[in-house]
C-alpha cells in the first residue's frame, strides 16, 4: 500500500524547491513545475524502478524516465535530488554559468538521472519509444516512461511517433501528458487547439487513461491500469491546473515562464509546508 501522506509530504517540498529555485535563478519555468508535481512524485517515488546509487542512462534492469516538456526542469531536478541522485544544496545552482541545472535538461552537463537532453518541444516521446522498443528487443521487462505537454502536443512529431509506438506494439511505454489546457501564451484553445486529446489518443490506438492529476488515488490507479497494458502503448492524460499548490499561480498561464520576486517566493512558501529541509 502506497503511503499518500508520504508522497503529499514530498510533493510540498517539491513545490517549496520549485519556487526557491526560480526565485533565485531569476527565471524559469514555476508554473508547469509545480502543476506537474504530483504526477512526478508518484512516478519517481512510488512507481519506477530505477536506483539513484547504480543509475547510468545505460544501466540495466531499471526504467527510463524523460521529461520530453524540457522546460519543466525545475521539477524534474528537485524530484531528482530528494530522490537522492544528487545533494539538494546543488539546486540553488539552477541556471548559473557552470551549473549542472541548465534551464534546460541536458546530458551533457552531466546531471545524475537525466536520460535525454530536451527543451525542444516535440520529441521526447520519439526518443521514449527508442527505448522502449531497445528494451524489447533486449528482452528487459523494464519500462520508458515520458511526460509531455498538452502545448507540446501541438508537434507534428508527437503524432509520428504515436504510430510508431503501436506499430511495435510498444506496451512498456507508458506516455503522460500534462493537461492542464496552457502554454505558453495563453489557453491551448485559443493557440492550435489540440483538444479532445482522449479521442485523438484513442484514435492513434493507444490505451488512454484519464486522471486528477494532483489525487495521488487517482495517479497511482491510473499507472496500475497501465501495466495491465502488455502490446499496446499507454497515455494518461493527467487532468491538471498550471501553479497547483500556490494560489496566485494557479490557473494561468501567466506563471509559465516568470520567476516570483522575492516577496512572492515568500508568499508561496506561506502556503507549503517545509517537509524534508529546504536545501
Ligand atoms: C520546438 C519548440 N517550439 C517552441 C518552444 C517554446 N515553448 C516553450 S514551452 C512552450 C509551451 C509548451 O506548452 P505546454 O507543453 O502546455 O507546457 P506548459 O505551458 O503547460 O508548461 C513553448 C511553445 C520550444 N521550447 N520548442
Given at each position: 500500500m502506497a503511503d499518500i501522506d508520504k508522497l503529499r509530504a514530498i510533493a510540498s517540498q517539491v513545490?517549496?524547491?520549485?519556487?526557491?529555485?526560480?526565485?533565485?535563478?531569476?527565471?524559469?519555468?514555476?508554473?508547469?513545475?509545480?502543476?506537474s508535481t504530483d504526477i512526478l512524485t508518484a512516478l519517481f517515488f512510488e512507481v519506477m524502478k530505477q536506483?539513484?546509487?547504480?543509475?547510468?542512462?545505460?544501466?540495466?534492469?531499471?526504467d527510463?524516465f524523460?521529461?520530453?516538456?524540457?522546460?519543466?526542469?525545475?521539477?524534474?531536478?528537485?524530484i531528482?535530488?530528494r530522490a537522492g541522485?544528487?545533494?539538494?544544496?546543488?539546486?540553488?545552482?539552477?541556471?548559473?554559468?557552470?551549473?549542472?541545472?541548465?534551464?534546460?535538461?541536458?546530458?551533457?552537463?552531466?546531471?545524475?538521472?537525466?536520460?535525454?537532453?530536451?527543451?525542444?518541444?516535440?520529441?521526447?516521446?520519439?526518443?521514449?519509444?527508442?527505448?522502449?522498443?531497445?528494451?524489447?528487443?533486449?528482452?528487459?521487462?523494464?519500462r520508458?516512461f515520458?511526460?509531455?505537454?498538452?502545448?507540446?502536443?501541438?508537434?507534428?512529431?508527437?503524432?509520428?511517433?504515436?504510430?510508431?509506438?503501436?506499430?511495435?506494439?510498444?506496451?512498456?511505454?507508458i506516455?503522460m501528458?500534462?493537461?492542464?489546457?496552457?502554454?505558453?501564451?495563453?489557453?491551448?484553445?485559443?493557440?492550435?487547439?489540440?483538444?479532445?486529446?482522449?479521442?485523438?489518443?484513442?484514435?492513434?490506438?493507444?490505451?488512454?487513461i484519464?486522471a486528477n492529476g494532483h489525487d495521488f488515488n487517482e495517479i497511482l490507479g491510473a499507472f496500475a491500469k497501465a501495466a495491465e497494458?502488455?502490446?499496446?502503448?499507454?497515455?494518461i492524460?493527467f487532468?491538471?491546473?498550471?501553479?497547483?499548490?500556490?494560489?496566485?499561480?494557479?490557473?494561468?498561464?501567466?506563471?509559465?515562464?516568470?520567476?516570483?520576486?522575492?516577496?512572492?517566493?515568500?508568499?508561496?512558501?506561506?502556503?507549503?509546508?517545509?517537509t524534508l529541509?529546504?536545501?
Open positions: 513545490r517549496r524547491d520549485i519556487v526557491r529555485m526560480v526565485g533565485l535563478a531569476g527565471s524559469g519555468h514555476p508554473g508547469g513545475s509545480v502543476g536506483d539513484p546509487k547504480t543509475w547510468t542512462r545505460s544501466a540495466k534492469g531499471q527510463a524523460i521529461l520530453s516538456a524540457g522546460h519543466l526542469a525545475p521539477v524534474y531536478y528537485s531528482l535530488s541522485y544528487f545533494p539538494k544544496e546543488e539546486l540553488a545552482t539552477l541556471r548559473k554559468f557552470g551549473s549542472r541545472l541548465q534551464g534546460h535538461p541536458s546530458t551533457e552537463a552531466g546531471l545524475p538521472g537525466v536520460f535525454q537532453p530536451s527543451g525542444s518541444l516535440g520529441q521526447g516521446l520519439s526518443a521514449a519509444a527508442g527505448i522502449a522498443l531497445g528494451k524489447k528487443m533486449d528482452g528487459e521487462l523494464t520508458a515520458v511526460l509531455c505537454g498538452d502545448g507540446e502536443s501541438e508537434e507534428g512529431q508527437i503524432w509520428e511517433a504515436a504510430m510508431f509506438a503501436v506499430h511495435h506494439k510498444l506496451g512498456n511505454l506516455a501528458t500534462d493537461w492542464n489546457g496552457q502554454q505558453i501564451d495563453g489557453p491551448t484553445t485559443s493557440i492550435t487547439a489540440v483538444e479532445k486529446l482522449d479521442e485523438k489518443w484513442r484514435a492513434f490506438g493507444w490505451n488512454v484519464i497494458s502488455k502490446e499496446v502503448p499507454t497515455m492524460l487532468k491538471t491546473d498550471m501553479g497547483h499548490g500556490i494560489d496566485f499561480m494557479e490557473g494561468t498561464h501567466k506563471w509559465h515562464g516568470k520567476a516570483p520576486k522575492p516577496e512572492e517566493v515568500e508568499a508561496a512558501l506561506a502556503q507549503l509546508d517545509e529541509g529546504d536545501f
